[in-house]
């Protein structure tokens, strides 16, 4: 069962050791949106205009998509017309990251312990069990982004997700930002993907830059 873009971009955010995710609040808006974008991508969703229809019911036999899209199914069904995607980006950042944990708990690619912060307060920190997956996932953004080769839909969608949270530095934790925007930037782009690929990844990516915008505009005022 292929792991998700949702789980590659949470696979980025947990540090190995410790468990503790880094830049929670913006690589949740990229779990969320990659749920969003995975679902698109396998025709189950569509986003017109930036608003969210479900187009197939049929279960994708992934768990974490599949919970989701029942979800959004009855989400969207008591709109009165189809409802912009930065609503459920707003609605489902907080409940995406949580689920996309379990998912890679129950995947055996993190474990779950309980510490207490200053002795006191629980909390729960999810290190990394099997770290073949993010290797792989690594290595895979390197070929693309630092070494030019040419991305597939997947690595497509999840190099824009990257750049529109404004990630790179998860993803490319020892090479400064400036050096990878720019080729990021073209990916995200739709640069050597099909139309119907490019279109979905531009929405979700406006959809992100949209609700992240919102968030900092809000915490100004």
Known sequence: MPVTLGEEIMLLSLD?????AKSREAAGWAVAGGTLLELVLAGRLSV??????????????????????????????????PPRATEWLTRE???????TIDSLRVRGLVTEEQRKVLGLFPVRRYPEADGTTEAELRERLASVVLRGADPDDRSAGLIALIHAAK?????????????????????AEGHGVGDDVRA????????LVAVTAAVVVTAVT
């Open 16 to 20: 190995d050791e410790t468990g503790a």
């Open 48 to 81: 017109d205009d930036g608003r969210l229809s479900v187009t197939d019911r049929t279960p994708t036999g992934v768990p974490l998509l599949d919970e989701r899209l029942g979800l959004i199914d009855a989400w969207t069904a008591k709109k009165s017309k």
């Open 93 to 99: 950042r907080g409940k995406a990251v949580g689920a």
């Open 167 to 187: 990630l790179h530095r998860l993803a490319f934790p020892e090479v400064p930002a400036r050096e990878v925007r720019p080729r990021m930037e073209e990916i």
């Open 200 to 207: 979905a990844i531009r929405t979700m990516q406006a959809a």
